[in-house]
């Protein structure tokens, strides 16, 4: 016990005297989440999108001005010539433009707003729908209504990749937990240099299990409350079941960090291979894009990795999403058995001494 | 008089309080190997770095192949090869292209295919570096200290952490060098080392230089007496006439010596003297004085401290 | 001269035959390229994505037929029909002959809310009456649309998507309806097109936005790590220390080192153009003399801030965190990837001052993807700028060797 008090002391200190693990574990995702909500809040919502109008001379103008107000536009902006328009679309005085002549309905998007066009592309629709009855004095007689089950109804973008950049950070710490700090402790002999003592090599790493707890849950917890604070983001969060999934993928994180361990050669790779993975996991695993918009063969591949069941899991625990209760706890099991299971092996890696 | 490959005079290099290079100065002829011995901490290394342009001195004189310098330059450079105690190369370059690499940094050098001849690491052409034992890499490192074939050789501390075999390869590259009227400047900490390759020894401790001269030289400052050394339990007491007899020394762990310049006589006392108390004398060594001896006598510590 | 092209060989081979940088530098951005190529080329195609759709027909109907199976046939028909290679977009959920429709209907939601759905439509009982009505009373014009409702489930972008999909749908049947009460006459029907602006060449296509914006990532990234992990981790090595008892120097060092550097992003461009053009038909016109001065501007910027790095960190360790710390902004902040809408003034102020912006914005209008935002006397200056500062820092900050 005594010897357990002072390691995780000793951990604690090494941890927090390391700027660079510092700013990886509490500045990166801040960033990232700083830096995502400023850019990306608010894409996705229809609100603020302005539309440029062009109507042909001695066209009627009032139908289309009429289905573009019930879509429900920020503004609506007449323009002279197709010209103006364009440069007012390129200027960003208006994000989008529509121009009729008649016979024919065209929507000029700017090429370089890329995320932003998918919504006012759908925004077009809804024009082109109303405004195709409307020309012939119609309305629609059919339409849908739409009711959200479970969830976050108003959740954007951003709403589901704060879960995900939550999960990534838990991902980061239990995985260089290992292949990052443990190794790098090996390739420098400094756990040789303990293992001659008499303490039991389970008792160091419950000393690094117990300081990357206590880390994950101040790094989540400082991320999650700048979100909400700064962005409003509407989490719902369930903090028992945020609790026992952070242990439960902490502990499989560093599991993992001991697979990836194994692998290698020499221990100071495993860090490169954990940077390798984590990396390409961040692209693949629906965090940056959904999952929906890739190639089905990718789609089909995040389903093994378990950071794309992470980002689920915090967006369930964050009342983003919802998800069925036996499949929370079947990841966390998986998670809690992986890590815990593997941890004899880590110890006996710990412990064993290399060939130089 | 012989000529002098590089004099030093009153070089000093301040770390704040301490002085790790206080007022060293000493020559060294062409074609020699001149070796500066001491323990950890001495100043060989501050001093041997200073010379080889690594870094500057505070206050000195140096003077490098017939040129005053106040700091290694270029054109020195051209002319002088150095081994670094601790350095590395690029662990994924080929051993040949090391080697030239480094021929590309003077104006004239000799060839990849001669230096791998020289160190033998022919069947490691290809090898990547960190491929490489530890004696293969000090090998590679001695080869890029030669490239140029410099008139002057620095190697810092060549042969540390090496075992018995690659050490013994080091020692007959070096050999070959003065054999080619190379001057060499080696620092060690192994007194065998020093003992079997120098011409010429300087003795550093705590910055300055405590003795100088060829290892015959200083060892006869010790006089003609012959050293005897055993071992005896730790606790064991030596009777009065015995100690003053034979002037033991005691040392650490049951080690005894004496000086004597009567070796029958000194001898006959301690047999005489084990026999009859029955302590038995363990280890017994009968020797002359070398570099080590020297060192003790002169700092009351030992170079391998 | 030779061994100055000897360092720079060494840097360029030294860098290949490492496994690690050959993944960052080469393969991570074709990686990148290829994804998000893939990603945005097919963006609003769902070809490959099948719905799980539940449609629940509580229609009571009317004497004259039932509006409510006609919408269901019309989901039928979707769910079996597919492009030739690919399934079909949905896959519909109904309850069989005999099932209680509402008790379905709450087991089909609960699946919904658990993802097992992506959406579940429900036709209302008096949908065919109310869409009677509504074609049949006098002023049909203002009537309130009847209603099919669909359930979604939060936080889920396939939901959302499902949601889209069934949306045009449903418009298409509205007008069909329509068609057929003679409400609407489809021959009259609007024509309805799109156009991209700010592509300067006809030919535009997504990926010609991409491999420029790419290929300076790749560059940012070589320099931002490679530079200063190499010079760092030579230093503290002694790797470098072996060269400086040599006659080399150190503006030696730097020629032989900038110019291996430039080989090794002239390495990652090639990889990244070729996969650009050969892969997903890029026409982005890369060799041409504006073009190439600004792909060597972003390899000399990228390359100085590379050594500002180095300069600015003690240790390895350091000046890794150091590079990642810069990385994210100047990535991010650079439109490289994402669109530089509404910002806040501190993250506009990074992004005005930030040299990928205007290295991105001078290398997209001189292959003519778009036109400059901000005038190549900009797009030039401010990296030369960025240059001459972190050469002067470097200058006088940086250590070539530790412990002088």
């Known amino acids: ?356 | 008089m012989e000529e002098t490959a590089l004099r030093v005079t009153k070089l000093r290099k301040s770390y704040g309080e301490v002085h790790a290079v206080d007022g060293v100065s000493f020559a060294v002829p062409v074609g020699r190997v001149f070796t500066l011995l001491g323990p950890n901490g001495a100043g060989k290394t501050t001093t041997l770095e200073i010379l080889e342009g690594i870094r500057d001195a505070d206050e000195g004189e140096i003077e490098v192949l017939g040129r005053r310098v106040r700091r290694i330059d270029r054109a020195t450079k051209e002319r002088m090869g150095v081994l670094l105690q601790e350095g590395n190369f690029e662990p994924y370059l080929r051993v040949r292209e090391v080697f030239s690499l480094f021929a590309s940094f003077f104006r004239s050098a000799r060839s990849p295919a001669e230096m791998l001849k020289a160190v033998a690491l022919e069947d490691k052409a290809g090898a990547f570096v960190k491929t490489l034992s530890g004696g293969q890499k000090q090998r590679l490192a001695i080869g890029v200290a030669l490239i140029n074939d410099p008139e002057l050789v620095f190697l810092d501390e060549p042969t540390t952490g090496l075992d018995p075999q690659a050490r013994h390869n080091i020692w007959s590259i070096v050999s070959n060098l003065t054999a080619s009227s190379k001057t060499v400047i080696l620092t060690t900490h192994y007194m065998e080392e020093a003992e079997s390759l120098a011409q010429k020894v300087c003795i550093m401790d705590h910055g300055k230089v405590i003795a100088e001269g060829t290892p015959r030289e200083l060892t006869s400052g010790l006089g003609q007496d012959t050293i005897v050394e055993f071992v005896v339990p730790e606790d064991t007491e030596f009777p009065t006439a015995v100690t003053a007899r034979c002037a033991l020394v005691l040392g650490e762990g049951g080690l005894v010596s004496t000086k004597t310049s009567d070796l029958a006589p000194t001898l006959g006392c301690l047999l005489d003297w084990s026999r009859s108390s029955g302590v038995p004398l363990a280890e017994m060594a009968v020797r002359q004085p070398n570099l080590e001896d020297v060192f003790l006598s002169l700092t009351g510590r030992r170079l391998r401290s | ?404």
């Open chain 3, 1 to 404: 001269m030779n061994g100055i092209l000897h360092l720079a060989r060494t840097q360029l081979v030294t860098a290949l035959r490492e496994r690690i940088t050959l993944f960052w530098f080469l393969i991570f951005p074709v990686f990148l390229l290829a994804l998000m190529g893939f990603i945005f080329t097919n963006v609003g195609k769902t070809q490959d994505l099948t719905f799980e759709v539940t449609i629940v027909n509580l229609d009571r109907g009317t004497r004259g037929g039932s509006f409510g199976a006609s919408v269901v046939e019309t989901f039928r028909e979707l769910a079996t029909s597919s492009a030739p290679g690919h399934p079909s977009l949905f896959r519909l959920h109904e309850p069989e002959a005999g099932n209680d429709p509402h008790g379905y209907l709450a087991d089909e939601i609960a699946a919904l809310r658990i993802g097992k759905r992506a959406a579940v439509i429900v036709i209302p009982e008096d949908f065919s009456e109310s869409l009677y009505a509504a074609a049949a009373g006098p002023k049909s014009a203002d009537a309130p649309a009847t209603l099919v409702t669909v359930h979604t489930s939060g936080g889920r972008t396939s939901s959302e998507m499902a949601l889209g999909v069934i949306e045009q749908v449903v418009a298409r049947v509205d007008q069909e309806i329509l068609a057929k009460l003679g409400l609407f006459d489809a021959a009259r029907a609007v024509t309805v097109d799109q156009q991209l602006i700010g592509a300067e060449s006809q030919t535009f296509a997504y990926i010609d936005f991409l491999v420029p914006g790419v290929v300076v990532m790749g560059f940012f990234v070589a320099g931002l790590f490679s530079v200063p992990g190499t010079i760092l981790f030579g230093r503290e090595s002694r790797v470098l220390r072996r060269y400086w008892v040599t006659p080399l120097s150190v503006p030696r060092f730097l020629v032989g080192f900038s110019l291996g550097h430039l080989a090794l992003c002239g390495v990652q461009f090639a990889c990244v153009w070729i996969l650009g053009r050969f892969a997903f038909g890029a026409h982005v016109k890369l060799f041409q003399p504006l073009a190439i001065a600004y792909l060597v501007l972003a390899i000399v910027t990228f390359l100085a801030i590379g050594f500002l790095v180095a300069a600015l960190a003690r240790t390895p360790g350091a000046g890794m965190a150091i590079a990642n710390i810069i990385n994210m902004p100047l990535m991010f902040l650079g439109g490289l990837f994402f669109p530089t809408g509404a910002m806040p003034p501190a993250l506009r102020a990074i992004m005005l001052t930030n040299p990928v912006t205007y290295i991105a914005d001078g290398l997209r209008a001189s292959v003519g993807v778009s036109p400059s935002a901000y005038g190549h006397a900009a797009s030039i200056g401010v990296p030369l700028a960025w240059i001459l500062g972190c050469a002067v820092v470097a200058a006088f900050r940086l250590k070539w060797d530790v412990g002088r």
């Open chain 1, 1 to 356: 016990m005594k010897a357990l008090r002072a390691l995780v002391t000793a951990e604690a200190h090494i941890f927090v005297r390391d700027k660079a693990s510092m700013t990886f574990t509490f500045l990166f995702p801040l960033l990232f989440i700083v830096i995502f909500g400023y850019l990306m809040g608010g894409v996705g919502t229809a609100e603020g999108a302005k539309v440029g109008l062009y109507v042909a001379p001695k066209v009627a103008a009032a139908r289309l001005e009429a289905a573009v107000a019930e879509v429900g536009v920020a503004d609506v902006v007449r323009i002279a010539a197709i010209p103006d328009l364009e440069k007012a679309i390129k200027d960003r005085k208006v994000d989008f433009g529509a121009e009729w002549d008649g016979t024919t309905l065209r929507f000029v998007y700017d090429v370089r707003r890329t995320q932003e066009n998918f919504t006012f592309q759908e925004l077009a629709r809804g024009i082109s729908a109303r405004f195709e009855l409307a020309n012939q004095g119609r309305r629609a007689i059919l339409d849908v209504r739409s009711v959200v089950e479970g969830g976050e109804a108003r959740a954007d973008w951003f709403t589901l990749v704060v879960p995900g950049i939550l999960a990534f950070s838990i991902l980061s710490a239990g995985l260089f937990a290992v292949a990052g700090h443990v190794t790098s402790m090996k390739q420098r002999r400094l756990v040789e240099r303990l293992v001659v003592t008499p303490m039991r090599p389970v008792a160091l790493l419950a000393a690094v299990v117990i300081v990357r707890l206590a880390v994950v849950f101040v790094s989540t917890l400082v991320t999650l409350s700048v979100a909400i604070l700064l962005f409003h983001v509407p989490f719902h969060v369930n903090w028992f079941l945020y609790a026992v999934f952070l242990i439960a993928a902490t502990l499989g994180t560093m599991g993992l960090g001991t697979i990836l361990s194994l692998l290698v050669k020499q221990p100071s790779s495993a860090s490169n291979l954990a940077n390798v993975f984590s990396m390409l996991m961040l692209f693949l695993s629906g965090i940056y894009f959904p999952i929906e918009i890739m190639p089905a063969v990718l789609r089909e591949l995040s389903l093994i990795l378990p950071l794309r069941h992470m980002a689920d899991v915090m967006r369930y625990v964050t009342g983003v999403m919802d998800m069925s209760a036996l499949r929370f706890w079947v990841i966390c099991g998986v998670f809690l058995a992986v890590g815990v299971g593997l941890l004899p092996i880590l110890s006996r890696y710990v412990v064993r001494v290399d060939r130089r």
